[in-house]
C-alpha cells in the first residue's frame, strides 16, 4: 500500500504504478490491442503453447470465461485494479473494477450475444478508490475454441478524475452549486449518466426522447463548461465520492 494519504490521493506519487504515473505510454492503444490478440492467434494456433505474455502490453490485460470471471490477466491489471493481489476466479464486480458495473454487465452481454467489440471511454476506479476515466476495448475471442477463454478486456487510464478543465476552474462548492440548481430531470440524467445507464434507459426513466437527453447533455456542458459530456460525468462521480450528493440507486 502507499505510504501516506497523499499518495493515495495523487497517483504521480505512487511508485507502484511507473508507467501509470503521469498518463504517458510508449505505444497507442491500438498497437496494444494488435499485440494482444496476436498473443491470444498465437496461443490458439499452436499446439500445447503456453499461455499468452502479456507483460510487454502496458495496459491491463484480462480475459473472461463465458461466465465472465477472470481466467487469465497480466501484471498491470492486477497492480492496478487488486493492490497486487490474485485476480483469477474472481469476476470483475468483486474487485469492483469498473465503477460503471451495470454497464460492464451490458457490454459483457453484448459481446456474448454476438457483438464483435466493444471500444469505449467510461469512468472508473484503481485499487485505492481513485477515480480515472478509462478507455476499454472488449471483444470475442473467436480464434479460441477452449471454453475458458471467450471475452479479450484490454483497459488503461487516458485521465485522472480531477484533471479536467472545469474542475480546475471551479471549487467543489461551486461544482455542488452548479449541479443542484439544475431541475429534477437534468440532476436524474447525470446521476444515470454516472452509473452507466444507456441513453435509451435514461429516456424511459425521465420520460422523454433520447434526442432529448442529448440536448440537456450539450446544455449541462454549457453549465459546467465542460468539452465533452465525459467531464460531467467526471464531475457528478467526484460530487458523489465527497458525500455531497444523496445517496442513488436506480430499479434492477
Known amino acids: 500500500m502507499p505510504g501516506s494519504d497523499e499518495s493515495i490521493n495523487d ?26 490478440s496476436s498473443e491470444l492467434v498465437r496461443f490458439a494456433s499452436q499446439a500445447n503453447a503456453e499461455q499468452p505474455d502479456f507483460s510487454k502490453v502496458e495496459a491491463c490485460v484480462y480475459v473472461e470465461n463465458r461466465e465472465r470471471v477472470i481466467v487469465l490477466a497480466n501484471d498491470p491489471f492486477r497492480r492496478f485494479f487488486s493492490g497486487g493481489k490474485e485476480v483469477l476466479g474472481r469476476n470483475e464486480e468483486a474487485l469492483k473494477i ?57 483497459s488503461r487510464p487516458i485521465a485522472f478524475l480531477g484533471n479536467s478543465s472545469p474542475e480546475q476552474s471551479f ?3 461551486d461544482l455542488h452549486a452548479l449541479f443542484i440548481s439544475m431541475n429534477s ?16 434507459d435514461i429516456a424511459r426513466a425521465v420520460g422523454l426522447t433520447s434526442r432529448s437527453i442529448e440536448n440537456r447533455r450539450k446544455k449541462m456542458q454549457e453549465l459546467f463548461h465542460a468539452e465533452r459530456s465525459m467531464e460531467v460525468i467526471r464531475i457528478t462521480i467526484r460530487l458523489e465520492e465527497h458525500g455531497l450528493l444523496p445517496p442513488f440507486e436506480t430499479e434492477s
Request: aromatic share 10%; glycine share 4%; with cysteine.
Open 11 to 36: 497517483p504521480s506519487k505512487d511508485d507502484r504504478l511507473p508507467w501509470a504515473r503521469f498518463l504517458v505510454y510508449t505505444r497507442t492503444f491500438e498497437e496494444e490491442i494488435d499485440w494482444a
Open 98 to 154: 469498473w465503477r460503471n458495473t451495470k454497464m460492464n454487465s451490458q457490454i459483457d452481454e453484448m459481446i456474448l450475444d454476438g457483438t464483435q467489440f466493444v471500444d469505449c471511454e467510461h469512468a472508473g476506479r484503481d485499487a485505492d478508490g481513485r477515480s480515472y476515466t478509462f478507455r476499454t476495448y472488449k471483444c470475442a475471442i473467436e480464434e479460441l475454441t477452449l471454453p475458458e477463454y471467450h471475452i479479450l478486456g484490454i
Open 171 to 173: 471549487r467543489l462548492a
Open 185 to 200: 430531470i437534468d440532476q436524474l440524467i447525470c446521476r444515470m449518466d454516472a452509473i452507466g445507464e444507456m441513453t435509451k
